[in-house]
């Protein structure tokens, strides 16, 4: 079933120019690929979470379906009415189509996690944001670095640590909460081994400092 909707939101994006970022920099990602592993994350962090798991997928199914190559801020809005659109031709129940695009219309505004909204809401908030965290930010970092003409190591450091103090633990659900510190942490320590690596600063040289030399 899902499977069939996927297919859908993918020939959707694909026609609406929806499944490259538009931002040059950032070629490397795929749309379609995030929200397969999206549906992932939600496996992960909902296990055991009673939650309206029809909603839920639905929802996580056409999140982005509303990004086209223009108005980036709209695509939530943009994706709701996709999805009710398409709905309304597959006979979908109305409550379950009035929630599933609700999730969609609001699940970029991030500031929403943490406040009074529905479980589902969170859910699906949490598993976007835990794509393209830990190992991929690394990667996406060296890769835009390596778009923007990097010429050494350092400026791909120096990005990486421009990004760092972003990256607080909003997560709601214990899950999330848990893979979000280990994400976390991962970045940070490969930063501190790069500095190290690089001999940015002697003084912080984990290996002198740890006494191994
Ligand atoms: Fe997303």
């Not at 379906?65 to 695509?75: C, T």
């Not at 006979?91 to 589902?120: C, N, R, W």
């Not at 598993?127 to 890769?143: F, H, K, P, Y």
């Not at 640590?161 to 972003?166: D, G, I, L, P, Y």
Request: one cysteine or more; charged letters at 35%.
């Amino acid at each position: 079933m899902y499977e069939q909707y996927l297919n859908y939101v993918r020939d959707y994006l694909t026609a609406h120019n929806g499944i490259k970022s538009e931002n040059p920099e950032q070629t490397f990602r795929d749309r379609f690929e995030h929200t397969k592993r999206v549906i992932k994350w939600l496996d992960i962090i909902s296990e055991g979470i009673e939650a309206d798991r029809e909603a839920l997928y639905l929802a996580a199914v056409f999140h982005d379906i509303g990004y086209e190559d223009k108005d980036r801020k709209e695509h939530g809005k943009r994706g709701a009415a996709i999805f009710r659109e398409f709905a309304k031709k597959e006979g979908f129940d109305e409550k379950l189509t009035d929630k599933v695009a609700y999730m969609i219309e609001q699940h970029s505004d991030k500031h929403l996690l943490g406040t009074d909204i529905p479980l589902e809401l969170t859910l699906l908030m949490e598993a976007d944001q835990m794509d393209e965290e830990g190992t991929m930010r690394v990667l996406w970092d060296c890769l835009v670095t390596g778009k923007l003409g990097a010429e050494s190591y350092k400026d791909a450091y120096d990005r990486m640590m421009k990004f760092k103090s972003n990256m607080p633990n909003s997560m709601v659900t214990p899950r999330a909460r848990e893979i979000w510190e280990r994400k976390s942490r991962l970045y940070n320590e490969f930063l501190a081994q790069l500095e190290s690596d690089l001999f940015i600063n002697d003084d912080t040289n984990i290996y002198i400092k740890e006494g191994k030399i």
